[in-house]
Protein backbone atom coordinates (compact mmCIF):
# COMPACT_ATOMS: atom_id res chain seq x y z
CA UNK A 1 0.00 0.00 0.00
CA UNK A 2 1.30 3.41 -0.86
CA UNK A 3 1.94 6.30 1.54
CA UNK A 4 2.91 9.69 1.49
CA UNK A 5 4.00 11.48 4.49
CA UNK A 6 4.45 15.47 4.47
CA UNK A 7 7.58 16.86 6.89
CA UNK A 8 8.66 20.16 7.36
CA UNK A 9 8.16 23.25 9.90
CA UNK A 10 5.02 24.22 11.48
CA UNK A 11 5.70 27.66 11.50
CA UNK A 12 6.82 29.94 9.43
CA UNK A 13 7.97 33.61 9.71
CA UNK A 14 6.31 36.17 7.23
CA UNK A 15 8.53 36.71 4.11
CA UNK A 16 10.68 33.90 4.86
CA UNK A 17 10.22 30.56 2.53
CA UNK A 18 7.91 27.86 3.20
CA UNK A 19 9.97 24.20 3.18
CA UNK A 20 7.97 21.02 2.45
CA UNK A 21 9.18 17.20 1.87
CA UNK A 22 7.00 14.35 0.91
CA UNK A 23 8.19 10.64 1.37
CA UNK A 24 6.55 7.97 -0.91
CA UNK A 25 6.76 4.39 0.97
CA UNK A 26 5.68 1.56 -0.39
CA UNK A 27 6.12 2.10 -4.17
CA UNK A 28 8.14 3.85 -6.47
CA UNK A 29 7.94 7.50 -7.30
CA UNK A 30 8.75 6.53 -10.87
CA UNK A 31 6.65 7.01 -13.82
CA UNK A 32 4.04 9.22 -11.53
CA UNK A 33 2.59 13.12 -10.97
CA UNK A 34 3.20 14.16 -7.65
CA UNK A 35 1.26 16.99 -6.49
CA UNK A 36 1.20 19.76 -3.44
CA UNK A 37 -2.61 20.82 -2.70
CA UNK A 38 -3.36 23.55 0.13
CA UNK A 39 -6.19 24.36 2.47
CA UNK A 40 -6.33 27.39 4.51
CA UNK A 41 -8.20 26.85 7.57
CA UNK A 42 -12.07 26.48 7.28
CA UNK A 43 -11.51 26.21 3.65
CA UNK A 44 -11.47 24.61 0.49
CA UNK A 45 -8.53 22.97 -1.67
CA UNK A 46 -6.09 24.75 -3.57
CA UNK A 47 -3.66 22.50 -6.35
CA UNK A 48 -0.37 24.37 -6.14
CA UNK A 49 1.48 22.49 -9.11
CA UNK A 50 2.89 19.33 -9.28
CA UNK A 51 5.96 17.63 -10.70
CA UNK A 52 7.08 14.42 -12.74
CA UNK A 53 9.76 12.25 -11.71
CA UNK A 54 11.96 13.33 -14.27
CA UNK A 55 11.48 16.71 -13.04
CA UNK A 56 8.71 18.28 -15.20
CA UNK A 57 6.87 20.74 -13.23
CA UNK A 58 3.65 22.56 -13.53
CA UNK A 59 2.64 25.23 -10.80
CA UNK A 60 -0.73 27.11 -10.62
CA UNK A 61 -0.53 30.83 -11.99
CA UNK A 62 -1.38 32.53 -9.44
CA UNK A 63 2.00 31.62 -6.79
CA UNK A 64 4.39 31.28 -10.26
CA UNK A 65 7.78 33.11 -9.28
CA UNK A 66 7.15 32.07 -5.36
CA UNK A 67 6.88 28.07 -6.04
CA UNK A 68 9.66 25.28 -6.85
CA UNK A 69 8.42 21.99 -6.74
CA UNK A 70 11.06 19.10 -7.04
CA UNK A 71 11.74 15.52 -6.66
CA UNK A 72 14.54 13.38 -5.53
CA UNK A 73 13.95 9.79 -6.99
CA UNK A 74 16.85 8.63 -4.94
CA UNK A 75 15.25 9.47 -1.57
CA UNK A 76 11.64 9.08 -3.15
CA UNK A 77 10.87 12.05 -2.15
CA UNK A 78 9.39 15.40 -3.50
CA UNK A 79 9.84 18.93 -2.22
CA UNK A 80 7.90 22.15 -2.10
CA UNK A 81 9.37 25.79 -1.70
CA UNK A 82 7.42 28.87 -1.24
CA UNK A 83 9.08 32.06 -0.84
CA UNK A 84 8.18 35.79 0.48
CA UNK A 85 5.60 33.83 2.62
CA UNK A 86 2.22 35.67 3.76
CA UNK A 87 -0.38 34.79 6.24
CA UNK A 88 -2.64 34.19 3.15
CA UNK A 89 -0.43 31.19 3.18
CA UNK A 90 -1.20 29.60 6.16
CA UNK A 91 -2.41 26.59 5.64
CA UNK A 92 -2.44 22.66 6.01
CA UNK A 93 -0.31 21.08 2.67
CA UNK A 94 -1.20 17.66 1.72
CA UNK A 95 1.04 15.68 -1.12
CA UNK A 96 -1.10 13.38 -3.57
CA UNK A 97 0.01 10.97 -6.58
CA UNK A 98 -1.49 11.50 -10.17
CA UNK A 99 -1.03 8.33 -12.33
CA UNK A 100 -0.73 9.83 -15.64
CA UNK A 101 0.30 8.80 -18.63
CA UNK A 102 1.11 11.00 -21.33
CA UNK A 103 0.94 10.29 -24.94
CA UNK A 104 1.51 12.42 -28.40
CA UNK A 105 -1.75 13.70 -28.69
CA UNK A 106 -3.18 13.47 -25.12
CA UNK A 107 -2.87 11.63 -22.06
CA UNK A 108 -4.68 9.38 -19.25
CA UNK A 109 -5.33 10.44 -15.82
CA UNK A 110 -6.81 9.00 -13.08
CA UNK A 111 -6.95 11.76 -10.63
CA UNK A 112 -5.21 11.77 -7.05
CA UNK A 113 -5.43 8.58 -5.75
CA UNK A 114 -2.90 8.90 -2.83
CA UNK A 115 -3.12 11.72 -0.71
CA UNK A 116 -0.88 12.29 2.67
CA UNK A 117 -2.15 13.10 5.76
CA UNK A 118 -1.81 17.07 5.92
CA UNK A 119 0.42 19.14 7.52
CA UNK A 120 -0.12 21.74 8.82
CA UNK A 121 2.11 25.65 8.75
CA UNK A 122 1.15 28.69 9.80
CA UNK A 123 2.78 32.01 8.78
CA UNK A 124 3.45 34.26 12.08
CA UNK A 125 6.38 36.23 13.22
CA UNK B 1 -9.00 28.59 -15.75
CA UNK B 2 -12.07 26.67 -15.39
CA UNK B 3 -14.24 27.17 -12.84
CA UNK B 4 -16.26 24.74 -10.87
CA UNK B 5 -19.50 25.38 -9.30
CA UNK B 6 -20.79 23.52 -6.94
CA UNK B 7 -24.54 23.05 -5.39
CA UNK B 8 -25.71 23.39 -3.18
CA UNK B 9 -23.79 24.04 -0.44
CA UNK B 10 -25.11 22.60 2.21
CA UNK B 11 -27.48 19.30 1.79
CA UNK B 12 -29.49 18.26 4.79
CA UNK B 13 -30.43 14.90 4.63
CA UNK B 14 -31.40 11.79 7.11
CA UNK B 15 -29.56 7.83 6.56
CA UNK B 16 -30.90 6.23 3.80
CA UNK B 17 -32.05 8.79 1.82
CA UNK B 18 -30.34 9.85 -1.67
CA UNK B 19 -28.21 12.23 -2.07
CA UNK B 20 -27.67 14.44 -5.28
CA UNK B 21 -24.61 16.56 -5.75
CA UNK B 22 -23.86 19.24 -8.77
CA UNK B 23 -20.77 20.16 -10.31
CA UNK B 24 -20.60 22.90 -12.52
CA UNK B 25 -17.57 24.03 -14.81
CA UNK B 26 -17.47 27.43 -16.59
CA UNK B 27 -16.09 25.32 -19.90
CA UNK B 28 -15.63 21.91 -21.34
CA UNK B 29 -13.75 20.23 -19.06
CA UNK B 30 -11.10 17.94 -20.79
CA UNK B 31 -11.83 14.10 -21.60
CA UNK B 32 -14.53 14.52 -18.50
CA UNK B 33 -11.84 14.24 -16.55
CA UNK B 34 -14.09 15.29 -13.31
CA UNK B 35 -12.99 13.60 -10.33
CA UNK B 36 -15.02 13.68 -6.89
CA UNK B 37 -13.51 13.50 -3.04
CA UNK B 38 -14.95 13.33 0.25
CA UNK B 39 -13.37 14.98 3.18
CA UNK B 40 -14.07 14.42 7.00
CA UNK B 41 -13.19 16.81 9.76
CA UNK B 42 -9.35 17.00 10.21
CA UNK B 43 -9.13 13.97 7.30
CA UNK B 44 -7.08 14.63 3.98
CA UNK B 45 -9.40 13.88 0.49
CA UNK B 46 -10.92 10.74 -0.42
CA UNK B 47 -10.54 9.47 -3.89
CA UNK B 48 -14.29 8.39 -4.99
CA UNK B 49 -14.90 8.95 -8.38
CA UNK B 50 -12.36 9.70 -10.86
CA UNK B 51 -13.15 10.48 -15.30
CA UNK B 52 -16.72 11.31 -14.10
CA UNK B 53 -17.82 8.11 -13.90
CA UNK B 54 -15.27 5.41 -12.61
CA UNK B 55 -15.63 4.18 -9.04
CA UNK B 56 -12.04 4.27 -7.35
CA UNK B 57 -10.86 1.07 -5.93
CA UNK B 58 -12.76 -0.38 -3.02
CA UNK B 59 -15.66 2.84 -3.01
CA UNK B 60 -18.77 1.50 -2.30
CA UNK B 61 -21.35 0.69 -5.64
CA UNK B 62 -23.92 3.46 -3.67
CA UNK B 63 -21.53 6.24 -4.55
CA UNK B 64 -22.04 7.02 -8.46
CA UNK B 65 -21.02 9.93 -10.81
CA UNK B 66 -21.93 10.87 -13.78
CA UNK B 67 -21.92 13.63 -16.85
CA UNK B 68 -19.86 15.37 -19.19
CA UNK B 69 -18.97 18.70 -20.49
CA UNK B 70 -19.65 21.29 -18.12
CA UNK B 71 -22.78 19.61 -16.09
CA UNK B 72 -21.33 16.77 -13.63
CA UNK B 73 -23.31 14.85 -10.68
CA UNK B 74 -22.62 12.60 -7.73
CA UNK B 75 -25.17 10.27 -6.17
CA UNK B 76 -25.70 8.75 -3.31
CA UNK B 77 -27.94 6.11 -3.66
CA UNK B 78 -28.57 5.36 -0.20
CA UNK B 79 -26.92 7.95 3.05
CA UNK B 80 -24.93 5.79 5.37
CA UNK B 81 -24.03 7.52 8.50
CA UNK B 82 -20.22 7.37 7.27
CA UNK B 83 -21.15 9.38 4.50
CA UNK B 84 -21.93 12.80 6.03
CA UNK B 85 -19.23 14.44 4.72
CA UNK B 86 -17.97 17.46 2.66
CA UNK B 87 -17.37 16.39 -1.41
CA UNK B 88 -15.41 18.37 -4.06
CA UNK B 89 -15.23 17.94 -6.97
CA UNK B 90 -12.20 18.16 -9.26
CA UNK B 91 -10.89 18.58 -13.02
CA UNK B 92 -7.72 17.64 -13.95
CA UNK B 93 -7.88 18.01 -17.78
CA UNK B 94 -6.26 20.86 -18.38
CA UNK B 95 -3.82 23.24 -16.20
CA UNK B 96 -4.48 24.46 -13.55
CA UNK B 97 -6.12 21.85 -11.85
CA UNK B 98 -9.22 23.16 -9.81
CA UNK B 99 -11.70 22.31 -6.98
CA UNK B 100 -15.58 23.45 -6.80
CA UNK B 101 -15.81 24.78 -3.06
CA UNK B 102 -17.47 21.91 -1.40
CA UNK B 103 -20.82 20.28 -0.84
CA UNK B 104 -21.54 19.81 3.20
CA UNK B 105 -23.64 17.05 3.48
CA UNK B 106 -24.92 16.97 6.90
CA UNK B 107 -27.98 15.21 9.40
CA UNK B 108 -31.26 16.47 8.87
Known amino acids: QVHLQESGPGLVKPSETLSLTCTVSGGSIGTFYWSWIRQPPGKGLEWIGY???????NYTSSLKGRVSISVDTTKNQFSLQLSSVTAADTAVYYC???????????????????WGQGTMVTVSS | EIVLTQSPGTLSLSPGERATLSCGASQSITSNYLAWYQQKPGQSPRLLIY???NRATAIPDRFSGRGSGTDFTLTISRLEPEDFAVYYCQQYGDSPYTFGQGTKLDFK
Open chain 2, 51 to 53: GAS
Open chain 1, 96 to 114: AREPKTRYLYGSVSYAFDF
Open chain 1, 51 to 57: VYYTGTT
